[in-house]
Structure formats: C-alpha cells, structure tokens
Nanobody
Framework: QVQLVESGGGLVQAGGSLRLSCASSGRTFSSYAMGWFRQAPGKEREVVAV????????YYADSVKGRFTISRDNAKNTVYLQMNSLKPEDTAVYYC??????????????????????WGQGTQVTVSS
C-alpha cells in the first residue's frame, strides 16, 4: 500500500516554473507506475503525465508536452513534476496517484484515470496572467 503526499504548489506568474513533489510512505513505491493529474474548477480530473516504474517510459498530455517533465527517484520514494513555461490554463489542483491496475513489469504508462488509486490530497497551482 502506498500513501502519497503532494507538495510544491503555489502562485506563479505566467511563464514561470514550479516543481511538484509526491512522496510515498509505502515500501512498494517502485512497484507502481505513477501519474500526475489535475483538476480545474468546474472541470473533470485529467491526466497530465505518467511514468513507468523504472522511468523507462513516460506519457504526457498534449497540453503539457514540451513544457512539463515527470521523473522519479525510487530510492527516495518520490515522483516529481517539473513545470516550465506555465500558463494561466495550467491553474488547477494537482494530484499524484499510483497505477493499481496494470502490472508494473509491463512497463505500461496508462492514461486511464480509472487505473489509478491511492490518491494524494492535492496541491494547488495558480498561474497568474
């Protein structure tokens, strides 16, 4: 079982950068693909980026491709989201979660929110114009 805690959110001007962190207290962190998701007011939660258990594969939503980078440090039980060139439309609560559906050894990077669980509490990112 993994318990996840996000941090690193805040208020930033358009064009700025933030790095989000998601720390796990579980011993099995390295056995899961991990994802970052976001939910803006009045909108559904959407996938932002996913990384396989060994960082061999990644997936990015088209809206963040080239601006955001997902990474992980299994020794620290932490997954990161580096966000550059932020835009006002990136404003949302950002969540991390673990892929509880697909075997980690498949190396898959699912983009289906229903495959993920153990959601953190979220961290607010606000980008001002």
């Amino acid at each position: 079982q993994v318990q996840l805690v996000e941090s690193g959110g805040g208020l930033v001007q358009a064009g700025g950068s933030l790095r989000l962190s998601c720390a796990s207290s579980g011993r099995t962190f390295s056995s899961y693909a991990m994802g970052w998701f976001r939910q803006a007011p009045g909108k559904e939660r959407e996938v932002v980026a996913v990384i396989s258990w060994n960082a061999g594969r990644t997936y990015y939503a088209d809206s963040v491709k080239g601006r955001f980078t997902i990474s992980r440090d299994n020794a620290k039980n932490t997954v990161y989201l580096q966000m550059n060139s932020l835009k006002p439309e990136d404003t949302a609560v950002y969540y991390c979660a673990a892929d509880k559906t697909n075997p980690f050894y498949s190396g898959s990077v699912s983009r289906h929110i229903g495959d993920f669980g153990s959601w953190g509490q979220g961290t607010q990112v606000t980008v001002s114009s």
